[in-house]
């Protein structure tokens, strides 16, 4: 299965990477949290309102955010 997306939604995420931090990982701007303690969280069952509460350096827009670039790959991938 190929996805595709358009690069400019990318650009748009507030998402960072720099090998400086957590060696490159993506992380939420501006944190250390990476990304995929979002997703990770969510599938252990947390909700938004936890992983915000667990990780206060994330804002709910960047939250937000990540998981609607995640729906919108999935719906064109169907």
């Known amino acids: 299965m190929r996805i595709i997306f358009d690069p ?30 979002l997703w990770s969280n969510l599938a252990s069952g947390a909700t938004l309102n936890d992983f915000i509460d667990w990780f206060p350096t994330v804002k709910r827009d960047q939250a937000e955010a990540v998981l609607r670039f995640g729906c919108r790959v999935l719906e064109k991938a169907a």
Not at 10 to 16: A, E, G, I, R, S
Not at 26 to 37: N, Q, S
């Open 8 to 37: 400019e939604d990318l650009k748009d995420l507030p998402v960072t990477s720099d090998p400086e931090i957590l060696g490159g990982r993506l992380v939420f701007a501006g944190t250390r949290v990476p990304v995929d303690a």
